[in-house]
């Protein structure tokens, strides 16, 4: 058998040349195992907390670093800034929770893109491209509207909502999809995710006409804003990230096996039903509360998961944990931009990251082109 | 009946205006009596006919509150869809206005001149009109005051009120010239934010180019954001960097939790701010500072008192 | 022993019954062919039995119905390699090959273990994709494709295998390698049987030990192949002289041949 394959390579081999760039990329995974390891986390984590430095210490209002270390060396030990200490107020109760927002935001929009791309199989898919965040915004609005609320807890009839509705919505496409294309191709997804967000945007403006006094409210919400989050909008998000990003995480393996197909997925063992729906639920989760906060924000979950994998390749294993932390840095540093390009002015996020991500993604695109 | 006749008439009126209009006939022979005309604020002669004007509609809500200040609101046969002041405009018939709109509602309530903002985007729809013989009438649209009084003088011409137009002006002008004369004696310069939309959805203020602005020199307060031009996003640090003595909001209250006032003052990290420790923070409740009208000068007054205090000399 | 047995097996697609009241066994040792004209539902057979498409009637895996199995347990006794293949992603063959022990790590934290290494090191040996291994998956030929999945599904180790037309990419000297391989497989140890769909009928009855022959979804014939193909049967099925018209195929070579 051996034998009679030696011919073979020989022809192999010289095919394989041409195509090299793919092997030098994923020789390195075959040596060290799949996932990363310690050195690696170690990176990750210091890029986003030099990311996390950086845009602490710069936004509108100029603070000296040597103010800034002052400032973080006596929250830290406890003393209570004197009273008349605007930088103090600023720093602590503006920059830094919103800061810590945008880059829960960050990570947690491109991951549940990471997500959505393997688990569809599609380069394009995200929770904007296939209608969950208009969903997300749909059911927001409507809680806005008819004023649902849970009276106990503040938020959480938006957040609810916008969780439901976004699930809803996910649920809606991908039923339609499977109806319309079983192999979910990514035209048909895409497809329908626009005519989706399209009926969505229309079913807004209609509630909108009708809400009469309310209609300030809902037309500055889908304006969507992290300007004014603090410190209990970035728990709120962390935990999110903590219950349904673990669970991501968790499932780099069986997004692996998705990433390849559906069909070989369910072959090789995995319970492609249980996997789906888990996955399916934890980024509608995610997505559902990063709305109610921060609007929808486009480009995040579709262009750092490519940035991402264009770094560690497709394995889920490294691409989770690279999309997690790529998403924090790239929306801190979107953020950092919209605060200070036209200072005292401030421009919305989405206009930031839309700007950027589209001429990314487009690079990002021609290269694929190239490559393959 | 009486409204049938007035319809069929004015349709005359317009295929007559039209007949002019493309046989450039001599006018002398068409209209026995003196045509008026009047320079609207696009700088665009509008002939009137010579009947009084006895119909009209006013698409933005500043064009309604003028006419009302000018007691022409008899004349009233339809009305944008925002005009909400005074509450009486309520209950005229509303026609779409901006970009929805609608040449076929106007014309169905027949007007013979229709007052639009020269913002109003749809410059084919509004030369159909025209074509049907109504009387477009470019209205105000610009932050200064100078702007307003001659908005004001021209609804007026329109509406043969140039007396009431006049007395109006005047009470501005005399209104406003009080104010400034009273603010001289006031020692210190304050300093004011306005705030036009809550920190909730990003905060947006009035910058230079807008009433709020013009207003708060006149009575002597530096607006902190006169740097920034129009009504603009601009950063939450930036406000505590500037320290306003005074905040005054136009946030609408929608009877449910906090006030505008209330939610400013509750909001973490503003504490230090001047205006939130002495409890300088109002609410202007109903567009007064942010409409080209009369009420301008209700507006400047209240702005005064929350500048300088309710007894302030 | 009996590996797999199908009880009165119909698919519907909608409205339309595309097979029909389907029955057969495959006992270890033995290699099934699927054969019959296009349309005939032999992949939708093979579907079913993957479970990839709802089904009704019976399919037993040594005795116990399909449908209770645990994916893992399903995955560690039947395991399919599907017709075509299409990967949008960059991961390497040695990746994909490693997905193939899924069922028997499934844990999240998980590391593969000795043997997971050695099983892929064997699979990518006997599939010939050791060279390639760290080759990214896009940018392997039809025929390097399909061999690289066929190494995964050699690495997981079913005791049954499916094969959707296995032949479809390769030019005749795989055809060839692919089908010894196959065989030395199924003798490698005890309790294996194979199970596919071949649409080469010299291929089929040159390598299958039984065969099932379809038409419209409904059995023609079943047994062992030499009762199975008689020209008979196949004339039937095919509606043509499949004799005829394979010898005809025959006769320039064998023409050259002589001369």
């Given at each position: 058998?051996?034998?009679?394959?030696?011919?073979?390579?020989?022809?192999?081999?010289?095919?394989?040349?041409?195509?090299?760039?793919?092997?030098?990329?994923?020789?390195?995974?075959?040596?060290?195992?799949?996932?990363?390891?310690?050195?690696?986390?170690?990176?990750?984590?210091?890029?986003?907390?030099?990311?996390?430095?950086?845009?602490?210490?710069?936004?509108?209002?100029?603070?000296?670093?040597?103010?800034?270390?002052?400032?973080?060396?006596?929250?830290?030990?406890?003393?209570?800034?004197?009273?008349?200490?605007?930088?103090?107020?600023?720093?602590?109760?503006?920059?830094?929770?919103?800061?810590?927002?945008?880059?829960?935001?960050?990570?947690?929009?491109?991951?549940?893109g990471a997500?959505m791309q393997g688990l569809l199989k599609n380069p394009l898919a995200d929770g904007s491209t296939l209608g969950?965040?208009?969903?997300?915004?749909?059911?927001?609005?409507?809680?806005?509207?008819?004023?649902?609320?849970?009276?106990?807890?503040?938020?959480?009839?938006?957040?609810?909502?916008?969780?439901?509705?976004?699930?809803?919505?996910?649920?809606?496409i991908l039923?339609l999809a499977y109806?319309l294309d079983y192999s979910l191709s990514t035209n048909t997804i895409l497809l329908l995710g626009v005519i989706y967000s399209?009926?969505?945007?229309?079913?807004?403006?209609?509630?909108?006409?009708?809400?009469?006094?309310?209609?300030?409210?809902?037309?500055?919400?889908?304006?969507?804003?992290?300007?004014?989050?603090?410190?209990?909008?970035?728990?709120?998000?962390?935990?999110?990230?903590?219950?349904?990003?673990?669970?991501?995480?968790?499932?780099?393996?069986?997004?692996?096996?998705f990433a390849l197909g559906e069909?070989?997925?369910?072959?090789?063992?995995?319970?492609?039903?249980?996997?789906?729906?888990?996955?399916?639920?934890?980024?509608?989760?995610?997505?559902?509360?990063?709305?109610?906060?921060?609007?929808?924000?486009?480009?995040?979950g579709l262009?750092?998961p490519h940035?991402?994998r264009?770094?560690?390749?497709p394995?889920?294993?490294?691409?989770?944990?690279?999309?997690?932390?790529?998403?924090?840095?790239?929306?801190?540093?979107?953020?950092?931009?919209?605060?200070?390009?036209?200072?005292?002015?401030?421009?919305?996020?989405?206009?930031?990251?839309?700007?950027?991500?589209?001429?990314?993604f487009?690079?990002i695109l021609?290269?694929m082109r190239?490559?393959v | 009946?009486?409204?049938?006749?007035?319809?069929?008439?004015?349709?005359?009126?317009?295929?007559?205006?039209?007949?002019?209009?493309?046989?450039?006939?001599?006018?002398?022979?068409?209209?026995?009596?003196?045509?008026?005309?009047?320079?609207?604020?696009?700088?665009?002669?509008?002939?009137?006919?010579?009947?009084?004007?006895?119909?009209?509609?006013?698409?933005?809500?500043?064009?309604?509150?003028?006419?009302?200040?000018?007691?022409?609101?008899?004349?009233?046969?339809?009305?944008?869809?925002?005009?909400?002041?005074?509450?009486?405009?309520?209950?005229?018939?509303?026609?779409?206005?901006?970009?929805?709109?609608?040449?076929?509602?106007?014309?169905?309530?027949?007007?013979?001149?229709?007052?639009?903002?020269?913002?109003?985007?749809?410059?084919?729809?509004?030369?159909?009109?025209?074509?049907?013989?109504?009387?477009?009438?470019?209205?105000?649209?610009?932050?200064?005051?100078?702007?307003?009084?001659?908005?004001?003088?021209?609804?007026?011409?329109?509406?043969?009120?140039?007396?009431?137009?006049?007395?109006?002006?005047?009470?501005?002008?005399?209104?406003?010239?009080?104010?400034?004369?009273?603010?001289?004696?006031?020692?210190?310069?304050?300093?004011?934010?306005?705030?036009?939309?809550?920190?909730?959805?990003?905060?947006?203020?009035?910058?230079?180019?807008?009433?709020?602005?013009?207003?708060?020199?006149?009575?002597?307060?530096?607006?902190?954001?006169?740097?920034?031009?129009?009504?603009?996003?601009?950063?939450?640090?930036?406000?505590?960097?500037?320290?306003?003595?005074?905040?005054?909001?136009?946030?609408?209250?929608?009877?449910?939790?906090?006030?505008?006032?209330?939610?400013?003052?509750?909001?973490?990290?503003?504490?230090?701010?001047?205006?939130?420790?002495?409890?300088?923070?109002?609410?202007?409740?109903?567009?007064?500072?942010?409409?080209?009208?009369?009420?301008?000068?209700?507006?400047?007054?209240?702005?005064?008192?929350?500048?300088?205090?309710?007894?302030?000399? | 022993?009996?590996?797999?047995?199908?009880?009165?097996?119909?698919?519907?697609?909608?409205?339309?019954?595309?097979?029909?009241?389907?029955?057969?066994?495959?006992?270890?040792?033995?290699?099934?062919?699927?054969?019959?004209?296009?349309?005939?539902?032999?992949?939708?057979?093979?579907?079913?039995?993957?479970?990839?498409?709802?089904?009704?009637?019976?399919?037993?895996?040594?005795?116990?119905?399909?449908?209770?199995?645990?994916?893992?347990?399903?995955?560690?006794?039947?395991?399919?390699?599907?017709?075509?293949?299409y990967v949008e992603y960059?991961?390497?063959?040695?990746?994909?090959?490693?997905?193939?022990?899924?069922?028997?790590?499934?844990?999240?934290?998980?590391?593969?273990?000795?043997?997971?290494?050695?099983?892929?090191?064997?699979?990518?040996?006997?599939?010939?994709?050791?060279?390639?291994?760290?080759?990214?998956?896009p940018?392997?030929?039809?025929?390097?494709?399909?061999?690289?999945?066929?190494?995964?599904?050699?690495?997981?180790?079913?005791?049954?295998?499916?094969?959707?037309?296995?032949?479809?990419?390769?030019?005749?000297?795989?055809?060839?390698?692919?089908?010894?391989?196959?065989?030395?497989?199924?003798?490698?140890?005890?309790?294996?049987?194979?199970?596919?769909?071949?649409?080469?009928?010299?291929?089929?009855?040159?390598?299958?030990?039984?065969?099932?022959?379809?038409?419209?979804?409904?059995?023609?014939?079943?047994?062992?192949?030499?009762?199975?193909?008689?020209?008979?049967?196949?004339?039937?099925?095919?509606?043509?002289?499949?004799?005829?018209?394979?010898?005809?195929?025959?006769?320039?070579?064998?023409?050259?041949?002589?001369?």
């Amino acid at each position: 058998m051996i034998l009679c394959m030696g011919t073979t390579r020989h022809k192999r081999l010289d095919r394989a040349q041409p195509s090299s760039k793919g092997t030098a990329r994923l020789s390195r995974a075959e040596t060290a195992g799949e996932g990363f390891g310690a050195a690696a986390y170690i990176a990750f984590a210091a890029v986003t907390l030099l990311t996390l430095l950086l845009c602490v210490c710069a936004g509108s209002v100029r603070i000296p670093l040597s103010e800034t270390a002052r400032i973080c060396l006596q929250a830290i030990s406890g003393k209570r800034a004197a009273q008349s200490d605007t930088l103090a107020a600023i720093l602590l109760s503006m920059r830094l929770p919103r800061v810590l927002c945008v880059a829960l935001t960050g990570a947690s929009l491109s991951l549940c893109g990471a997500a959505m791309q393997g688990l569809l199989k599609n380069p394009l898919a995200d929770g904007s491209t296939l209608g969950v965040s208009s969903g997300a915004a749909l059911g927001a609005v409507l809680s806005i509207a008819f004023g649902i609320t849970i009276p106990a807890i503040p938020l959480a009839g938006t957040m609810g909502m916008a969780m439901l509705f976004a699930l809803l919505s996910l649920l809606l496409i991908l039923t339609l999809a499977y109806r319309l294309d079983y192999s979910l191709s990514t035209n048909t997804i895409l497809l329908l995710g626009v005519i989706y967000s399209m009926f969505v945007s229309s079913i807004i403006a209609l509630i909108t006409a009708f809400a009469g006094e309310k209609v300030r409210h809902i037309t500055f919400w889908t304006m969507g804003s992290l300007s004014g989050s603090g410190y209990r909008e970035a728990l709120i998000l962390l935990a999110a990230l903590a219950v349904c990003g673990t669970v991501l995480l968790c499932s780099a393996r069986e997004l692996n096996a998705f990433a390849l197909g559906e069909e070989n997925a369910r072959h090789i063992g995995v319970n492609v039903r249980r996997v789906k729906l888990t996955v399916l639920i934890c980024v509608s989760a995610l997505i559902g509360v990063c709305v109610s906060i921060g609007g929808t924000i486009g480009f995040v979950g579709l262009v750092t998961p490519h940035m991402a994998r264009l770094l560690t390749g497709p394995n889920h294993k490294r691409l989770l944990p690279a999309s997690l932390f790529g998403g924090a840095v790239f929306l801190m540093l979107a953020d950092l931009l919209s605060r200070v390009l036209l200072n005292p002015i401030e421009l919305p996020i989405g206009v930031v990251t839309s700007l950027i991500g589209a001429i990314l993604f487009l690079c990002i695109l021609y290269r694929m082109r190239r490559i393959v | 009946m009486k409204r049938f006749r007035v319809s069929v008439l004015s349709v005359m009126a317009a295929a007559a205006l039209l007949l002019t209009a493309c046989a450039k006939a001599p006018e002398q022979a068409q209209t026995p009596q003196e045509t008026r005309t009047v320079t609207d604020m696009r700088g665009r002669e509008i002939a009137l006919g010579g009947a009084p004007v006895t119909r009209v509609i006013g698409l933005t809500p500043s064009d309604c509150e003028i006419l009302y200040a000018l007691g022409a609101q008899d004349a009233l046969v339809g009305r944008g869809e925002y005009c909400d002041y005074p509450a009486a405009v309520v209950s005229i018939p509303a026609v779409q206005s901006n970009y929805e709109l609608n040449t076929e509602q106007i014309l169905a309530l027949a007007p013979q001149v229709l007052f639009v903002s020269d913002m109003e985007p749809s410059d084919e729809r509004l030369q159909a009109l025209e074509a049907a013989g109504i009387a477009v009438v470019m209205t105000n649209a610009h932050y200064e005051i100078d702007a307003v009084y001659q908005g004001i003088a021209l609804i007026g011409d329109v509406m043969q009120k140039e007396a009431e137009a006049d007395a109006v002006i005047a009470q501005m002008q005399a209104a406003f010239d009080a104010l400034a004369k009273k603010a001289v004696q006031q020692g210190e310069k304050k300093t004011v934010y306005f705030e036009v939309s809550p920190l909730e959805y990003g905060l947006w203020t009035a910058g230079a180019g807008t009433f709020m602005d013009e207003i708060a020199k006149m009575i002597g307060a530096k607006n902190v954001f006169s740097d920034v031009e129009g009504w603009s996003e601009i950063s939450e640090e930036q406000v505590l960097l500037r320290n306003p003595d005074v905040i005054v909001t136009i946030g609408m209250y929608d009877g449910e939790g906090l006030t505008p006032a209330e939610e400013i003052l509750s909001r973490t990290g503003w504490e230090n701010v001047t205006a939130v420790k002495n409890g300088a923070v109002f609410n202007l409740p109903d567009n007064e500072l942010s409409r080209p009208v009369p009420r301008l000068a209700d507006g400047a007054r209240m702005l005064y008192d929350f500048v300088y205090g309710n007894d302030a000399a | 022993m009996r590996l797999l047995e199908v009880e009165h097996l119909a698919v519907s697609y909608g409205k339309h019954e595309i097979v029909h009241d389907v029955g057969f066994s495959l006992e270890a040792g033995r290699w099934l062919m699927l054969i019959g004209p296009n349309g005939a539902g032999k992949s939708t057979i093979l579907n079913a039995i993957a479970g990839g498409i709802a089904y009704t009637g019976v399919i037993r895996y040594r005795g116990q119905d399909m449908r209770t199995m645990k994916p893992g347990a399903f995955a560690k006794g039947v395991g399919m390699l599907a017709q075509n293949h299409y990967v949008e992603y960059a991961f390497s063959v040695a990746e994909v090959v490693r997905l193939g022990r899924y069922a028997y790590a499934p844990g999240a934290f998980s590391r593969p273990s000795g043997e997971d290494t050695a099983m892929v090191q064997k699979a990518l040996a006997l599939t010939g994709m050791e060279a390639l291994s760290s080759q990214a998956v896009p940018t392997l030929s039809g025929g390097e494709l399909q061999r690289a999945f066929l190494a995964q599904l050699l690495a997981q180790n079913p005791r049954v295998l499916l094969l959707d037309e296995p032949t479809n990419h390769l030019d005749p000297l795989y055809q060839k390698q692919l089908f010894s391989l196959l065989l030395e497989w199924l003798h490698a140890e005890e309790g294996r049987a194979i199970l596919s769909v071949v649409h080469d009928l010299k291929l089929a009855r040159s390598y299958g030990t039984d065969a099932l022959l379809l038409k419209n979804g409904r059995t023609l014939a079943n047994g062992a192949v030499e009762t199975v193909f008689t020209k008979d049967n196949l004339n039937r099925a095919y509606d043509m002289d499949v004799y005829a018209w394979m010898n005809a195929l025959q006769r320039p070579w064998d023409e050259t041949e002589k001369a």
